[in-house]
């Protein structure tokens, strides 16, 4: 009779400290943090709006939240560009 056990080190748990995420990654999701948000609020507005016909209310923020969107992005494509030390 053969036994059942884990053959490989990727069938057990890993250990706490490597399911963490790193510094590095943690800096990533603090600058990216602007963006998320802003795309969460143009989905929330979007959303309201699925089963119904946007009112006037609706369209200006809509509008608005892509507005956000387009400015979040920009910023963070210029902050990258600045630490860089490159044009984008």
């Known amino acids: 009779m053969k036994s059942i056990a884990a ?3 990727a069938v057990t748990a890993a250990a706490p400290s ?13 600058t990216e943090t602007p963006l998320i948000l802003a795309e969460v609020a143009l989905l929330d507005a ?3 709006t699925i089963d ?4 006037e209310l609706d369209e200006r923020r809509i509008r608005r939240a892509r ?3 387009l400015a979040a992005r920009r910023d963070l494509i ?3 560009a600045t630490v860089s030390g490159g044009a984008a």
């Open 52 to 55: 119904r016909t946007p009112t």
């Open 78 to 80: 210029n902050r990258a």
């Open 46 to 48: 979007q959303i309201m």
């Open 18 to 30: 490597e399911r963490e995420p790193s510094d590095a990654e943690l800096d990533a999701i603090e």
């Open 7 to 9: 053959l490989q080190a």
């Open 67 to 69: 507005r956000r969107v």
